[in-house]
């Protein structure tokens, strides 16, 4: 069994990538952009070391309990020595990406992962190669370290190669069209001659974003200085709640503050709700008459439960 080189034999620091607003040009990053879908799932890297392998998070955690088969297929698929970072993710019935059921392998006991696999079945896709034959490869350029990646294994599900371009229209296509077909997030890009630097955010992300009309159905925070807006739409001929703001700026809050009004007795909403899991948020900004214009809405659904006092 060869050993991997420090840093590389779990927990591994990962790369990360800066939010920005569009899509850049080409030639944006050194040696021009690829762009790859973001998907909406589990950061994890994969140390593949001897007759095992192992799943560790970008928050340092070991999974491979709880995706005993993921482990399991990389060891069939993928030689030994090797460190590979991807995205744990899975799909509903009809083919899109389902963060509640990838969530539910998250919860489960050891004792019962390897049924509830069975039910919610996990896919790993691959985007970058760390090590291969034990030789730490983040300093090689990402073409350099994709072609090995792609060349790394014969690759089958539930193991598979993220699909990059290098094609603007052809990124700015999958970003229109994914997040709807697929339910992707938006797209990650990164340099084709930059290296691997863990911890730096060198990469960017775009998220897909739509407009839609929310109602300030509470606020986190006094209502004469609100400090974040939860969000709600009607539904069915009910308001439910879709979301939550980021936290909101002095000057915000002071905008808003200035039209909120106390609720009436016949709101719909209790004075404690879960904030940290109040929907599932398919859409990122929220404007607001009386002055919060484009705050963006949390993914909220990828948060820990939580309650607190809402203002009505």
């Known amino acids: 069994m060869g050993n991997l080189p420090p840093g590389l034999a779990g927990p591994v620091e990962v790369a990360l990538a800066k939010a920005v607003e569009h899509l850049p040009g080409l030639h944006a990053l050194p040696g021009g952009c690829v762009f790859e879908p973001k998907w909406d799932g589990y950061r994890a890297v994969i140390v593949r070391q001897g007759d095992e392998a192992r799943l560790w998070s970008r ?9 005993a088969d993921i482990a399991a297929a990389a060891v069939r698929i993928l030689p030994a020595d090797c460190v590979v970072d991807g995205e744990l993710v899975a799909l509903d019935a009809s083919g899109r990406l389902s963060f509640d059921q990838l969530q539910r392998r998250l919860v489960t006991s050891p004792a019962s992962a390897r049924r509830v696999a069975a039910a919610a079945p996990a896919s790993y896709m691959a985007f970058d190669l760390l090590a291969a034959a034990s030789v730490d490869i983040r300093t090689q350029r990402w073409a350099t370290r994709r072609a090995r990646l792609e060349s790394l294994a014969v690759w089958e599900p539930p193991l598979q190669l993220s699909p990059v371009t290098r094609d603007v229209d052809e990124a700015r296509e999958w970003l229109d069209l994914l997040p709807a077909a697929m339910g992707v997030e938006g797209l990650v890009v990164k340099g084709v001659s930059t290296r691997y630097a863990p911890g730096r955010r060198d ?33 069915d001929g009910e308001l439910v709640q879709v979301g939550r703001t980021v936290a909101l700026t ?48 949390e993914h909220t659904e990828h948060d820990s439960p939580d309650s607190r006092r809402v203002s009505l």
């Open 203 to 235: 990469w960017l992300k775009v998220k897909h974003r739509d407009t839609v009309e929310v109602i300030v159905g509470g606020v986190l925070g006094p209502i004469d200085h609100p400090e974040v807006v939860i969000a709600g739409r009607y539904h």
């Open 59 to 67: 928050q340092r955690k070991d999974l491979t309990d709880r995706f």
């Open 250 to 297: 002095n000057a915000q809050a002071a905008d808003l503050a200035a039209v909120l009004v106390p609720a009436r007795r016949a709101h719909p909403w209790p004075d404690e709700i879960g904030v940290g899991a109040v929907g599932n948020v398919a859409y990122s900004n929220v404007s607001v008459n009386g002055g919060v214009n484009e705050q963006e809405l």
